[in-house]
């Protein structure tokens, strides 16, 4: 049987060089990487004689908005992308930061849980102006998932969320991740702990939590290779070892990538490739240790353990 592989693509800003760029919001040089990796993409395609269909988690939230007058600017900006990727088959999902201005108006993360709820409101309210529909995906930023953001996600009736980062525990630096104990496949969440599977179905939400694939990442500055996201614009040599891990894993992949990091920029991140075909050269890599490849988007992986 094929390996079935989601390729998810996060649409906003670079966290490379300005983590800070994440909160100000500027589109252009997000529209231009966006450009560049359709390149990239069309050389895997290429490659693997098929088309690729990607599943795009575009950023809708607050910030957004406070730099293009609503939480939608991004979408509307990209307008003939999505509508010709849609046409293609793509699938597109809310990708929502948690972020607000203290009094000072400086950027963090919102930490009132009534405010994370607004502020997801907004964001699908926002979603639903522009695609006539309320969203079927989402992604928190970050890593970032509250058993508040769980309820919201199940009230707005997405189907499916892609945040979750198994094993991930990180309460550093401004960061808010805590996903310990949690499935490495697709689960339904359950209402106690939006981390652990529901026992029984009536104590489970009603969407699916499709998780990152993790895999034991080299970074140049690693003593020891940490378990990481399966992102495809790692360097090719610390990503290698851990592939291997995919061959016997049941399910399906989720791999990711944001458009910044393959961008030909001025930024450099030791964990990053940033050399043309770098893409193409990690899918390859990955072919050669699972055998045949069948590109899918993520809702085809998420339906697997559904029953
Ligand atoms: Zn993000």
Redo the contacts with the bound molecule.
Sequence with gaps: MKKKVAITV?V?GAWISHPQE?CDFDPEPVLKAVRFLEQELAKVESSFLTRIPVTWFV?CDDSVSHAMGNPEGLLLAMDGFVNSRLDAGDKFGL?V?FYAQDQHRVWGTELRPGKQREILERAIEAWSRYFRSNPALSRM??GFMTGEIAAAIDAAEIKIDATALPGRVRLDSGFHIDWQGTPEHPYLPSKQDHRKAASKQSDAYGFTEAPFSMLSVNAPYDSVPLARYFNLAFRTDSLKGGLRKFKSAAGGIIATLHPHEVAMGEERHPLIEKSEGAVLLNLQNLAAEVGDIEFVTIDEIARISDG
């Design positions: 996060d906003e994440q950023r990708h930061h930023g970050e």
